[in-house]
T-cell receptor, first 120, second 115 residues
Framework: GAVVSQHPSRVICKSGTSVKIECRSL??????MFWYRQFPKKSLMLMAT?????????EQGVEKDKFLINHASLTLSTLTVTSAHPEDSSFYIC????????????????FGPGTRLTVL | GEDVEQSLFLSVREGDSSVINCTYT??????LYWYKQEPGAGLQLLTY?????DMKQDQRLTVLLNKKDKHLSLRIADTQTGDSAIYFC???????????????FGKGTKLSVIP
C-alpha cells in the first residue's frame, strides 16, 4: 500500500513557540492532503484539507492563522502550529490521497503515523 | 449531516471471531473503510468496500454492508492478541466546503483480545 510519513513523531515545546510538522507521501503523488487532530479516546477531527498549490480549506472552528498549512508539492504538506499553548497539545495525523492508477483507490486516504505534540 | 456510530468497546477470547459494527447516515457514501490504530500510532487502512457491494473478504477479514439499513460490519476470524487495537469505521462523503471527498470517522471500537 501507499506510504505516508510524518516528522517529527514526537515534539515537546514551550508555550508561545511555533512547531512545524511535515507530512510526506513516499511512493505516490498526493493531490490532496488532510490534517486531523485526535484527542484521547476521541475520534479524528478533520482540521483542514489542502490541494497542491492551493490554499487550504479549514473546517469550522479551526483557526487558520494559528494552524498554517502549506502544500507546496505533490509529496509534501506542512502544518505549523503558531504560538502554541498547552491546549494545542494533541496527536496530529496527516493523510494523503492521490491517483495510484488502481481501481477503487482514487478515493482512498492513507495515513501517516502521527505526531504527538506536547506544549509545556 | 454525516454521523458514524460505533460501539466503543469489544472484548473477545483469542481464537474466537470478532464482529465490529458501524452505522452511518449518509446514503450517498461511495466507499466505506475500516482502519486500525494501534497505541501511539497512526491509522492503518485494513480494507474498504464500494457502496454497491454487499460483502468483501480478505483473508481473516470479512466486511458486510447493508446499504438499506446503512450498516457496516467487520468480522475478524480467529482473533489474535495482535489484533488488539482501536478500529475506526469511516465513510467517504462529498464535502461541499472543500469540493472533494472527505472521510467521516466513527469514534472507534477498542478491541481487547483475551489470551
Amino acid at each position: 500500500g501507499a506510504v505516508v510519513s510524518q516528522h517529527p513523531s514526537r515534539v515537546i515545546c514551550k508555550s508561545g513557540t511555533s512547531v512545524k510538522i511535515e507530512c510526506r507521501s513516499l511512493d505516490f503523488q498526493a493531490t490532496t492532503m488532510f490534517w486531523y487532530r485526535q484527542f484521547p479516546k476521541k475520534s479524528l477531527m478533520l482540521m483542514a484539507t489542502s490541494n497542491e498549490g492551493s490554499k487550504a480549506t479549514y473546517e469550522q472552528g479551526v483557526e487558520k492563522d494559528k494552524f498554517l498549512i502549506n502544500h507546496a508539492s505533490l509529496t509534501l504538506s506542512t502544518l505549523t502550529v503558531t504560538s502554541a499553548h498547552p491546549e494545542d497539545s494533541s496527536f496530529y495525523i496527516c493523510s494523503a490521497r492521490g491517483t495510484s492508477g488502481r481501481a477503487g483507490t482514487t478515493d482512498t486516504q492513507y495515513f501517516g503515523p502521527g505526531t504527538r505534540l506536547t506544549v509545556l | 449531516g454525516e454521523d458514524v456510530e460505533q460501539s466503543l468497546f469489544l472484548s473477545v477470547r483469542e481464537g474466537d471471531s470478532s464482529v465490529i459494527n458501524c452505522t452511518y447516515t449518509d446514503s450517498s457514501s461511495t466507499y466505506l473503510y475500516w482502519y486500525k490504530q494501534e497505541p501511539g500510532a497512526g491509522l492503518q487502512l485494513l480494507t474498504y468496500i464500494f457502496s454497491n457491494m454487499d460483502m468483501k473478504q480478505d483473508q481473516r477479514l470479512t466486511v458486510l454492508l447493508n446499504k438499506k439499513d446503512k450498516h457496516l460490519s467487520l468480522r475478524i476470524a480467529d482473533t489474535q492478541t495482535g489484533d488488539s487495537a482501536i478500529y475506526f469505521c469511516a465513510e467517504s462523503t462529498l464535502s461541499s466546503g472543500a469540493g472533494s471527498y472527505q472521510l467521516t470517522f466513527g469514534k472507534g471500537t477498542k478491541l481487547s483480545v483475551i489470551p
